[in-house]
């Protein structure tokens, strides 16, 4: 099992054209030039779970904080490359997986995301690659899809959805993988986000 670094995938994501925070590595405090509040981040092939190991501080909303979190993180991953990126508005968050089967082949995952993902398990799966018909029932087939549909001011536009998941689906045909996640990715009204990513080869 290979994990590829987060900030490498992040950088072949950005070339696609998938949307992400806008991102800087970090080698010096000074080099971070997006704005407040920020999250620094560990982009290494030794660490899958960066929240557990204290991989990733958010809520970083001066350059004194920014500055002291830096040093801290240095000190615990000593060589890793760091990277900052500007906390991105919450919004509806879903994950998007792919995973290759022995039996099924590649198999696209599709649910509740976040911090609430193990927890919940809202989740279902369908053969990649998928077309229109499928990718809509992939939301219908969640206890939350109402969520979708606007819930207590919470707005998703499905279409931008939909078209997320048929690129995730193109990507899954032309590349390789064991496991991948994009969780959690953040639903907006007029677009989304995908705030973390991992890729296992």
């Given at each position: 099992m290979t994990v590829v670094p987060e900030l490498e995938f992040k950088s072949t994501l950005d070339g696609l054209d998938f949307k992400q925070p806008k991102r800087f590595v970090i080698v010096n405090p000074e080099d971070y030039r997006g704005k407040f509040p920020a999250v620094l981040k560990v982009s290494s092939e030794k660490i899958t779970h960066k929240t557990e190991l204290g991989a990733v501080v958010g809520e970083i909303k001066t350059i004194e904080n920014f500055k002291e979190v830096f040093k801290t993180m240095k000190s615990k991953f000593p060589g890793e490359t760091l990277y900052a990126e500007e906390m991105a508005k919450k919004g509806v968050e879903v994950i998007i997986g792919l995973i290759k089967d022995q039996q099924f082949g590649k198999l696209m995952l599709f649910g509740v995301g976040g911090f609430y993902s193990e927890l919940i398990r809202d989740v279902?799966?369908?053969?990649?690659?998928?077309?229109?018909?499928?990718?809509?029932?992939?939301?219908?087939?969640?206890?939350?899809?109402?969520?979708?549909?606007?819930?207590?001011?919470?707005?998703?536009?499905?279409?931008?959805?939909?078209?997320?998941?048929?690129?995730?689906?193109?990507?899954?045909?032309?590349?390789?993988?064991?496991?991948?996640?994009?969780?959690?990715?953040?639903?907006?009204?007029?677009?989304?986000?995908?705030?973390?990513?991992?890729?296992?080869?």
């Amino acid at each position: 099992m290979t994990v590829v670094p987060e900030l490498e995938f992040k950088s072949t994501l950005d070339g696609l054209d998938f949307k992400q925070p806008k991102r800087f590595v970090i080698v010096n405090p000074e080099d971070y030039r997006g704005k407040f509040p920020a999250v620094l981040k560990v982009s290494s092939e030794k660490i899958t779970h960066k929240t557990e190991l204290g991989a990733v501080v958010g809520e970083i909303k001066t350059i004194e904080n920014f500055k002291e979190v830096f040093k801290t993180m240095k000190s615990k991953f000593p060589g890793e490359t760091l990277y900052a990126e500007e906390m991105a508005k919450k919004g509806v968050e879903v994950i998007i997986g792919l995973i290759k089967d022995q039996q099924f082949g590649k198999l696209m995952l599709f649910g509740v995301g976040g911090f609430y993902s193990e927890l919940i398990r809202d989740v279902t799966f369908k053969k990649v690659p998928i077309d229109r018909y499928d990718a809509e029932d992939l939301l219908d087939e969640l206890k939350f899809g109402r969520l979708f549909d606007g819930y207590r001011g919470m707005k998703v536009n499905k279409e931008v959805l939909v078209d997320l998941l048929l690129k995730v689906s193109d990507f899954s045909a032309v590349n390789d993988f064991s496991q991948i996640d994009f969780n959690p990715v953040f639903l907006y009204e007029d677009g989304y986000l995908i705030i973390d990513a991992k890729l296992i080869l």
